[in-house]
């Protein structure tokens, strides 16, 4: 069965901190791997990856995905406390997404 | 564009009501998703729509149904309301296989079976 598990279940951090969330995958067929923000309202959009090894950077965030391991890394650096969300990973399955129980985060001041 | 909107924010039913959860966008995607988020969990999928007429169960669809008479509306209806039912639902779409599109959300309805 084709699944998605995120590592750790949650996190604490001060400002500053460089933190690195894990997504590893187990998915027949794969095509991309998808990573989506959630505050306190619905999921944004972050990153798509689907080719081995090339980082997708945007601003202090920056993923990762290797396909010969079958994980994918979200490194945040210098945290701040609006960074404070659950991470969510997912990956497309038929028309579907499946999406992980996610990783909560937490950056105090 | 106001890209995914849901209608309402909020709900409390009783245990047996029956409501529709409205869910429209304005972007012209094919695909349609409606998932449900419990408390410290996951997005689980209830349905999806491939456009216009065509709508698939997902991993959680009892209780629920739906239907999908235009390509911008997408609604959710519950007929026997149940605590288990208690949760936050999110829909989605996308331009076309979530495969090579990411998905838009709306910003949920959050909803209570007492």
């Known amino acids: 069965e084709d699944k998605v598990v995120q590592s750790p279940l949650s996190l604490v951090v001060h400002e500053g901190d460089t933190v690195t969330l894990n997504c590893s995958y187990e998915?027949?067929?794969?095509?991309?791997l998808l990573w989506y923000k959630q505050e306190k309202k619905a999921p944004t959009f972050l990153f798509m990856l689907?080719?081995?090894?090339i980082e997708k950077k945007s601003g202090r965030l920056s993923s990762i995905l290797d396909k010969k391991e079958l994980f994918s890394i979200l490194n945040i650096t210098a945290t701040q406390t609006g960074d404070s969300a659950v991470y969510l990973c997912?990956?497309?399955?038929?028309?579907?997404?499946?999406f992980g129980a996610g990783t909560i985060l937490r950056v105090k001041s | 564009n106001a890209g995914v909107t849901q209608t309402p924010k909020f709900r409390i039913l009783k245990i047996g009501q029956s409501m529709t959860l409205q869910c429209t966008q304005d972007?012209?995607?094919?695909?349609m998703y409606w998932y449900r988020q419990d408390p410290g969990m996951g997005l689980k999928l209830i349905y999806y729509?491939?456009?216009?007429?065509?709508?698939d169960k997902g991993e959680v669809p009892n209780g629920y149904n739906v239907s999908r008479s235009t390509t911008e509306d997408f609604p959710l209806r519950l007929e026997l309301a149940a605590p288990s039912q208690t949760s936050v639902y999110f829909c989605?779409?996308?331009?076309?296989?979530?495969?090579?599109?990411?998905?838009?959300f709306g910003p949920g309805t959050r909803l209570t079976v007492l």
């Open positions: 989605a779409s996308s331009y076309s296989s979530s495969g090579g599109n990411e998905q838009f």
């Open positions: 998915v027949t067929n794969f095509r991309s």
């Open positions: 689907t080719s081995s090894g």
């Open positions: 997912a990956f497309p399955y038929g028309n579907k997404l499946v």
């Open positions: 972007m012209n995607h094919n695909y």
């Open positions: 729509s491939v456009g216009a007429g065509i709508t």
